[in-house]
């Protein structure tokens, strides 16, 4: 006791270490790759200073991989959360097969992301995947989509298949948010006459309003840092169509070989993460994580 | 006996005890292969082992897709490896790295002269760096043009021979109700991508770079920039399906919904595969449309590393490995081409009896040996991957309609003659 008060950060010590071992140094030895010129063709790892920002910044693909990312978050984040909130709220819901449906709905959360990205590629396929077999038979198309070949039409492609790996998670949340809610609170608003838009916006939202916040972060983080489904069903194509920012790091570091260009876009996309999470939090209302 | 004596057997016993097994200790080579045909890969290791007591062959496998960033983080990180699966554009990036030791390293020399006379030349090429050999083949082929005859006979259709009677088939085979006559695999993160497209530009009898290794194919008169033109025409006629993998060519071109394809000649012994395709037999090689109807040339071949190289027992037993599965008399290298219709680099093998029957199952060998006799390899150079992984994207660009083709073309070409400068100094 007298050991513990006196000296805390001796106790703290071997899991700073961990810290430190695990994510300080590989930090520390991605910010010094982003400086040196790492490359496989050139052995000395030379001290270039921001020569490799530079050179990530003003290249062929930073500019797309961009605004392709910060589109793909718009799109994603929300998205996952205004369907995955609906959905959370339906399933809330007791009925018969309820159960069932619930323990359906947390597939994907099971399914690496290179299989979901494979998986959707199946159904996207212009010949015999699902999508377009169902509207052909349905006499809506006489003609293939090509949902992963045109490049407007791959990106909507994209944002769907990362749209259902992430549900599961968000459903979850926004259900163990909603267990928390008195059904009765509900039940008397309900006899005094609350429709079911009035219930939600005022007895509702409130409840779950800081775990929505929570899982727009964490959505906008996730969409923002994608790269498997990416890579496996589009491989940032066609062109640049949904080359992303996180695909641009693997593409720098073991497509072209240039570490020091790699770790320079990572710690691009940090800078760029950190700005999303404090955009996010200053536009939410000061007293959003304090009871009311 | 007294204590020291006793002391001093005692240590005799125990020092035999744990030296001589030591001294028999198996060497196990680690092998890495992409995971095409694993059950036959492990299956010729294992015939090795018998025939070489004392070492053993532990095979690690990765996808093709995922092999090459895997290779480059075993050699950068010291994982033990002693013989990998090495591709021709790999070679220089790789040797110019200090991953791979050349074969002159490790082979007799009057042994490797041997095989070398029976290797054709764009095989030999692909495995040379800087004049030393650093591999034997596992694989040598060519990108080729496949069509479908019944499709082509139904249609009152030539086989083509230029890229413009190509696209004059396509589009009258489109008229007549097929919604895509050409199936082109797609996937800009593989290096297929940009080999098939090179193999077109030698079917027109073009090259992308000059002897000094200098970009050419910014140049409007140039055949790769004709050949673009010519994709991305198609593209915008709409007369392209395109699909990520050859795996997928193989089921969709025997839908029969398509006539055309440029793939790997072992997928043309999976579409005519009778057992396993509804379509088999409907398909065959036509010469690479184009003015000489050449191809490219490729071979995937069995390195062996330098870590290997270091140690005279290990790269001892990594050679023999390597004679085993690619040297004479080519048991291996024949039992690939009999059983999987794979290609290789020993010329012998085109006379063998065997290798003849089992091919004219699935292509007509002379059509065939015409396509290889007209093949040359292409441009490997330290920086051809870096460039390719580049460039790629931007082919993909201009055939989908994102950009143009001259700024395509401008774009790779200004980035391949920087890397060559860059490189150069």
């Not at chain 1, 799109?75 to 205004?82: C, G, H």
């Not at chain 1, 809610?181 to 005094?192: P, S, W, Y």
């Not at chain 2, 694993?38 to 290791?45: E, V, W």
């Not at chain 2, 390719?388 to 774009?411: C, H, I, N, W």
């Amino acid at each position: 006791m007298w050991m513990t008060s006196r000296f805390p950060a001796l106790w703290l010590l071997p899991t700073l270490l961990l810290v430190a071992t695990f994510t300080l140094f590989p930090i520390g030895h991605a910010l010094w790759t982003s400086l040196h010129q790492v490359m496989l063709l050139f052995p000395e790892q030379e001290w270039v200073g921001l020569a490799n920002y530079r050179a990530v910044v003003t290249g062929e693909y930073f500019g797309v991989a961009l605004k392709n990312s910060l589109l793909f978050t718009l799109w994603a984040a929300p998205l996952v959360v205004v369907i995955g909130t609906a959905t959370g709220l339906f399933l809330h819901r007791r009925f018969p097969g309820a159960a069932i449906l619930r323990s359906i709905v947390l597939l994907p959360w099971v399914l690496p992301g290179a299989i979901s990205a494979v998986l959707w590629t199946w159904v996207f396929h212009p010949s015999w995947g699902v999508i377009n077999t169902l509207l052909r038979k349905l006499g809506l198309i006489d003609r293939s989509i090509p949902w992963l070949s045109d490049p407007e039409l791959a990106f909507v492609s994209v944002v769907t298949a990362h749209i259902w790996t992430q549900l599961p998670f968000t459903i979850v949340l926004v259900m163990a948010a909603l267990s928390t809610l008195n059904r009765e609170v509900l039940e008397a608003a309900e006899i005094d006459g609350a429709s079911a838009g009035q219930r939600f916006a005022h007895i509702v939202l409130p409840h779950i309003k800081a775990i929505l916040v929570v899982l727009l972060i964490y959505n906008a983080l996730t969409a923002f840092t994608t790269y498997d489904i990416v890579y496996a069903m589009t491989g940032g194509g066609p062109g640049t169509a949904t080359t992303l920012l996180s695909f641009q790091i693997w593409k720098e570091s073991f497509s072209m070989y240039d570490f020091g260009a790699g770790a320079s876009v990572a710690f691009i996309v940090v800078a760029i993460s950190a700005l999303l999470i404090i955009a996010i939090t200053k536009a939410m209302p000061s007293d959003l994580f304090t009871d009311s | 006996m007294k204590p020291a004596g006793l002391i001093a057997a005692a240590a005799l016993a125990f020092s035999m005890v744990t030296v001589a097994p030591a001294a028999a200790e198996d060497i196990t080579l680690e092998f890495t292969v992409w995971n095409y045909s694993l059950d036959t890969i492990q299956d010729n290791a294992r015939k090795f082992e018998t025939e070489n007591p004392g070492i053993k062959v532990k095979i690690t496998d990765y996808t093709w897709p995922d092999y090459h960033d895997s290779l480059v983080l075993r050699f950068r990180g010291n994982t033990p490896t002693d013989v990998a699966y090495v591709g021709q554009d790999w070679l220089p990036a790789w040797a110019a790295a200090g991953f791979l030791a050349p074969l002159d390293d490790v082979a007799p020399a009057d042994v490797l002269d041997g095989l070398k006379k029976d290797i054709a030349g764009f095989s030999l090429s692909d495995m040379t760096y800087k004049e030393k050999l650093y591999g034997l083949p596992y694989y040598a082929d060519t990108i080729s043009f496949i069509y479908n005859k019944k499709v082509l006979e139904d249609a009152g259709l030539a086989v083509p021979k230029t890229w413009e009677e190509v696209m004059a088939a396509a589009e009258k085979l489109k008229a007549g109700g097929m919604e895509h006559p050409i199936v082109y695999e797609f996937d800009q993160e593989l290096p297929n991508f940009f080999d098939a497209f090179v193999s077109q530009v030698y079917g027109r009898g073009g090259d992308l770079f000059d002897k000094d290794q200098k970009a050419i194919f910014d140049n409007p008169e140039n055949a790769a920039y004709k050949q673009l033109q010519w994709l991305t025409e198609a593209f915008k006629k709409d007369l392209v399906q395109q699909e990520t993998h050859e795996s997928k060519i193989i089921p969709s071109m025997n839908t029969g919904k398509h006539a055309f394809t440029i793939v790997f000649n072992y997928v043309l012994a999976a579409l005519n595969n009778a057992a396993e395709q509804p379509l088999a037999g409907q398909f065959a090689l036509a010469p690479m449309p184009g003015e000489t109807h050449a191809a490219l040339g490729f071979t995937k071949f069995y390195a062996v590393t330098a870590q290997a190289a270091k140690d005279p027992a290990r790269a001892e037993a990594a050679w023999k490995f390597v004679n085993f599965m690619a040297g004479k008399p080519y048991t291996v290298a024949k039992r690939w081409a009999v059983e999987k219709g794979l290609g290789f680099g020993q010329v012998p093998l085109f006379d063998d009896p065997d290798v003849q029957a089992a091919w004219n199952k699935w292509v007509d060998s002379a059509v065939l040996k015409q396509q290889v006799a007209t093949a040359h390899g292409g441009v490997w150079t330290e920086w051809t991957s870096v460039w390719t992984a580049y460039f790629r994207p931007l082919l993909a660009q201009a055939m989908v309609g994102e950009a143009s083709v001259d700024q395509v073309m401008k774009a790779g070409a200004q980035r391949w003659n920087e890397l060559r400068e860059k490189m150069r100094k």
